[in-house]
């Protein structure tokens, strides 16, 4: 599975596929396509061979065995014409298109629309007497097999199940003895039958076995066994403990993420609507914030426990995310980090004093770890680098310096280091990015298939960490589940009273608390960003957090708006989202020596925008004449070339980074750009 997925990583890009070679675009009026000459072998009989040896010999060139095939790849298309591409001119199905088209489609498709089509064209091929046409609905049916595997929730809507339920009918009406039509049958008792829907995520309002309940996430106990209550205490668990099991939970919520529903327009501000439509990530986003939470409680909650104990407390969290960086848990690691970064905490700097200084240098190394420099470099290199290894390089480092039993040591790399939980808000920003870059629909109305092809590279990393994922074996532990589904979380004035009630407040602190500005304190000394910046909750009430029951019991929140407890660092991250641009606007028949502007670029600024905003610094009326979808934006890259973006593109994202200083033209679209721009990227 897992070598699977690493070779569709390299091959499902044409564009980096050596066999291919670039030849033209060719249009159709639904339809673009690239077209490649692909190398095949060339059998030819040995005779042939010969001759052809001999000739090349004659002429001085080195023999070839091999032909070339034009090969169109779908770029962009209407609905109909990227079903069609799922099937090759045999009539057999692209594996590889097949796998992005069914990660991707739901952003263009409904799976109800999708079923019917599929459907459509089944019943299109009986006795049309089309060649091959059993070949073709075979095919049909065999997509239809690895969509009910790949993406069973696409089917799970109750109550109703309409996509099932055309897929019921039509197979019991074309082939209904057919394992298929057994496996739909099937698959739709059990939704009926089922109370809860089978999406991965308990939801609340379930009762247990012994009479416990969930209200909002948290786990109450039964009303009349409050004699029983067993109180556990954070010092009653050992670092190893308490890190095993949050690796335990994460890797348990983090191969139930459907990874479509990470794609970046359910996750970007204009699609904010749709995120209540991804419970499995929601609920990973959901125990990623209460690991913070859990984290600033524990810090904060006995007021008056003297400052030796309380940096203990920090010392012991510090060893918890060392733990987990061995288990190479991403996920957990960075929020203990981000728990230990946050304003409330951050700001007692007599506590940190008494923090050891092994300690320190421990938390330092961690930190580094989630560094934003070169778009989290750091981070990207370390989960590629040990992803997949059976065992990180932290517990190599362990194992030659700490003497350990040969025995113990096998059943620990097997148990807790084989597996791997990255932290989900990369791809989520990854995704979102490429979801701001380019548009999800040409000009001409046709979905842009290049745009599902670099979401499927992502998608594809998540769905292969999965994989890695269920190497872990944990056991849950009831002291754990009793200790964590008890703690007290606070909000954020809650929290920041109780930091200040342990350190009093420098002057003017409590009046740039309040107006927000307080957390650039923190911004000076690390880089780490908290929780899914967009994608966070919002802060917590008491009773908002996850209750890890079982397995299934993580529940899930709905996605409202951005966290409210911060470490500060949406400061830094902001910054890293703006870039200065040089920008000239340069009209018919203008004299090429002009003055240029120096713009502040976003990463929400779309390409018409900024042509407005130029037109406006260059006191341009927006005229008839004027009128800004007649100009484009250009910018000249350090190759000496133009690269043109479209007025819906996001100019952060669509221009070349790499390319500095960042020079820019707007200008007529007819209007040819001067060479001498081109040649020396100036404006004067």
């Known amino acids: 599975m897992e070598g699977d997925l690493i070779e569709l990583l390299r091959a499902f890009n044409a564009d980096n596929n050596s066999s291919l070679q670039f030849l033209k675009e060719f249009q159709t009026p639904d339809a673009v396509y690239n ?130 339920q055309a897929l019921r009918t039509f197979l019991k009406n074309s082939v209904p003895n057919s394992p298929l039509f057994n496996r739909v049958q099937h698959r739709f008792s059990k939704f009926c039958a089922d109370d809860e829907p089978d999406d991965g995520v308990c939801l609340d309002g379930s009762d247990s076995i012994d009479g416990s309940y969930t209200v909002h996430g ?71 914030n209460s690991v913070i939470y859990t984290v600033i409680s524990t810090i904060l909650k006995d007021i008056g426990l003297k400052s030796s104990k309380r940096a203990n407390i920090i010392e012991k969290w510090i060893s918890i995310a060392q733990e987990l960086r061995i288990m190479k848990n991403f996920s957990s690691l960075r929020a203990i980090i981000s728990g230990l970064q946050s304003s409330p905490i951050f700001r007692l700097k007599k506590l940190w004093s008494n923090v050891n200084k092994s300690s320190m240098e421990i938390y330092t190394d961690l930190s580094q770890i989630f560094s934003l420099d070169g778009n989290q470099i750091a981070s990207r290199e370390l989960l590629m680098k040990e992803g997949t290894a059976k065992v990180s390089s932290q517990q190599r480092r362990k ?101 200040c009630e342990i350190e009093a407040p420098y002057p003017n602190e409590r009046s740039l608390h309040k107006n927000g500005s307080s957390k650039s304190s923190v911004s000076s000394y690390t880089s780490i960003t908290l929780s899914y910046s967009n994608f966070s909750l919002t802060s917590p009430t008491p009773s908002d957090r996850v209750s890890i029951g079982s397995a299934s019991s993580d529940s899930a929140h709905p996605i409202t708006s951005q966290s409210s407890i911060s470490s500060g660092d949406s400061d830094v991250s902001g910054n890293q989202d703006r870039r200065v641009i040089k920008v000239t606007l340069l009209a018919s028949g203008q004299d090429i020596t002009v003055n240029y502007k120096s713009i502040n670029l976003t990463n929400k600024d779309r390409a018409l925008a900024v042509i407005r905003r130029v037109l406006e610094k260059f006191h341009q009326d927006t005229t008839e004449e004027n009128d800004p979808s007649s100009f484009c934006l250009v910018q000249i890259t350090d190759k000496q070339r133009e690269l043109q973006l479209r007025a819906d593109d996001n100019v952060y994202y669509a221009m070349d980074a790499s390319s500095t200083p960042f020079t820019f033209l707007v200008k007529k679209i007819s209007v040819k750009t001067p060479k001498k721009i081109l040649k020396n990227r100036s404006f004067s």
């Open 35 to 164: 077209v490649y000459l692909k190398k095949l072998s060339y059998n030819a009989s040995r005779s042939a061979l010969q001759l052809a040896q001999q000739k090349s010999e004659e002429v001085g060139v080195a023999s070839v065995n091999f032909k070339t095939k034009e090969l169109r790849i779908i770029k962009a298309g209407s609905l109909d014409r990227l079903i069609d591409s799922l099937f090759l001119e045999s009539g057999d199905i692209d594996g590889t298109y097949v796998r992005i088209f069914l990660a991707t489609f739901r952003t263009f498709c409904s799976p109800l629309t999708l079923a019917e089509k599929l459907t459509q064209l089944y019943l299109k091929y009986e006795d049309s007497g089309i060649p091959k046409a059993s070949v073709f609905q075979q095919s049909i049916l065999h997509l239809l097999s690895i969509w009910l595997d790949l993406y069973l929730l696409d089917f799970n809507e109750p109550p109703s199940y309409p996509c099932l």
């Open 399 to 499: 194992s030659k310096t700490i003497g350990i039993d040969s025995d113990l040591h096998r059943y620990e790399q097997s148990a807790l280091c084989c597996g791997t939980v990255p932290y989900l808000g990369t791809f989520l920003s990854d995704l979102t990015m490429v979801d701001s870059a380019f548009s999800d629909y040409t000009d001409n109305g046709l979905v842009n298939f290049e745009k599902k092809r670099k979401e499927f590279e992502i998608v594809a990393q998540i769905t292969l960490f999965q994989s890695a994922a269920k190497m872990y074996q944990i056991a849950p532990h009831r002291r754990f589940k009793i200790w964590f589904n008890s703690m007290r979380v606070y909000t954020e004035d809650e929290s920041y009273a109780l930091s």
């Open 218 to 288: 948290r786990l109450f106990p039964s009303p009349g066994k409050s004699e029983l209550i067993e109180v556990v205490e954070f010092s009653q668990l050992n670092a190893r403990t308490i890190a095993e099991q949050l690796t335990r939970i994460d890797a348990e919520l983090f191969i139930k993420v459907e990874a479509h529903q990470c794609l970046g327009s359910t996750w970007n501000q204009r699609s904010r609507e749709k995120a209540n439509e991804c419970p499995t990530v929601a609920a990973t986003i959901s125990m990623f």
